[in-house]
């Protein structure tokens, strides 16, 4: 299933096994089996190998009566006052605000009034900024709320809040909505060409992932830098080694596993990663027919060019070898640049008057209303186009019909009053 157990009792390791390991030959075995077989039959041979060793050369990996190991202050680290360096938290702690975790109504009040008498001070002036809060509009409105009212109600040390808002969705997810359709990439290495087939209405963020950094040209002459005959071959990194490579958006994102897409067949492609929730730019190929059910992190499939594979997969592992490389890609269907489009909807916008601004959106824009309508501020060009909504047509309607109405009543009976002679003259006639 797996999971590691002993080569010899084949009990699966847990967090409570006490665990072993020989320095002679590096094989790990259950304290159990190394107990019985060799210390109590004081038989000092490997239980695999069957080569000699001496009791100094097991090496304890795990005791879980061993209650020392929980005292932190004895760690290594702890006792030289040894710390890893995060950059991301080092940039952060640069900040003024990092260092303020929370401040109640009456901090806060204290330094907006320290910072209206001192606007000079930068330091200051970081620490009164407030998060912007994101617009909401027809595209990006939750069906849930921010949560600021009920926080506020239970938390003094927040500003009191009375209005429900929408809390917007995040711009990829409203974004991926759009993503209908399948993506196609070919990728031109110096051993042929290989059409794939994406998944991008299914795992969207890898798919776009993996389009962008096409479309970048940052596959161009990457190796396969891993190749395991009859399993799988490894390849996106520029440095060629299999610990670099980054995402298109410079950081790590998240997995997206779905049940119904796994390793069920020869060239299946997949995401590599060095754990959880790390995916950056390598992937891996499948070469054997018939691979276990375990979910992807990205399906992607190879529609043409299977004999390609088959020749990447016959290179020998030799340095001195040509190894796969990647030439150039080719992306022939881009599906998010359509969702892009479909995002870029008419919204209708009311005003006081009844008048509803209809516009195509390229980019955010801004409405400032007036008193004859609503103005649309936009970066780009805007077509602009004033109607009138329903209820106020209606309206318009039957004040048009209470206008008209005496009108039209004169009007037919003038035309009866006029038709009369004619009348009596057809009655003569016929009789």
């Known amino acids: 299933e797996g999971k590691y157990h002993c080569p010899v009792l084949y009990t699966v390791f847990t967090n409570n096994s006490h ?3 020989n320095k002679v030959t590096g094989n790990v075995f259950s304290y159990e089996a190394v107990e019985q077989l060799n210390i109590k039959t004081k038989s000092y041979k490997d239980l695999l190998t069957d080569e000699p060793f001496t009791r100094q050369d097991l090496i304890t990996l795990q005791d879980p ?3 020392d190991k929980f005292n932190v202050s004895d760690f290594f680290h702890v006792k030289n006052n040894m710390k890893v360096l995060d950059p991301d938290e080092e ?3 640069q900040d003024p605000s990092y260092h303020l975790k929370s401040t109640n109504l009456e901090t806060r009040e204290t330094l907006a009034e320290l910072y209206r008498d001192y606007k000079g001070d930068e330091m200051l002036a970081s620490t009164m900024k407030v998060p912007e809060a994101k617009k909401t509009d027809k595209l990006n409105a939750a069906h849930y709320s921010t949560g600021r009212v009920s926080a506020s109600f239970t938390s003094t040390a927040m500003a009191p809040a009375t209005t429900n808002e929408a809390d917007a969705i995040s711009d990829d997810a409203v974004r991926y909505q759009y993503v209908k359709k399948k993506g196609y990439v070919r990728l031109h290495t110096n051993k042929g060409d290989l059409n794939v087939e994406l998944h991008c209405d299914k795992v969207p ?3 776009e992932n993996f389009v962008k950094l096409c479309k970048k040209g940052y596959y161009d002459g990457t190796i396969f830098h891993r190749s395991i005959r ?3 071959i490894q390849g996106g990194d520029p440095t060629g080694t299999g610990t670099g490579g980054e995402s298109y958006w410079g950081k790590p994102f998240k997995d997206e596993f779905r049940p119904n897409l796994s390793h069920t067949g020869r060239g299946i492609l997949s995401m590599a990663n060095s754990g959880p929730n790390t995916n950056k730019s ?3 190929w499948i070469h054997i027919k018939h691979s276990d059910s375990v979910p992807l992190l990205l399906s992607f499939r190879v529609v043409g060019g299977l004999e390609t594979l088959t020749a990447m997969e016959n290179v020998e592992s030799d340095p001195k070898t040509d190894k796969p490389k990647v030439l150039n890609t080719t992306v022939f269907v881009d ?3 359509e969702a892009d489009a479909q995002v870029s909807i008419c919204v209708h916008v009311p005003c006081q008057y009844g008048i509803s601004c209809v516009f195509m959106l390229c980019c955010r824009s801004v409405f400032i209303p007036c008193s004859l309508g609503c103005v649309c501020v936009c970066v780009c060009v805007c077509v602009c186009v004033f109607r009138l909504q329903p209820s106020e047509r209606r309206k318009h309607r039957n004040r048009r019909k209470r206008e008209h109405k005496p009108l039209l009543q ?5 035309q009866r009053t006029s038709l009369k002679p004619l009348d009596q003259e057809w009655a003569n006639i016929s009789t």
Do not use: W
């Not at 004169?410 to 003038?414: A, L, V």
């Open 19 to 21: 665990i072993v390991a």
């Open 410 to 414: 004169s009007t037919r009976q003038k």
């Open 65 to 67: 009566t061993n209650l």
């Open 282 to 284: 390598q992937f891996d």
């Open 205 to 207: 963020k890898a798919g």
């Open 230 to 232: 009859n399993f799988m």
């Open 335 to 337: 599906p998010y640049e």
């Open 91 to 93: 940039k952060a702690k």
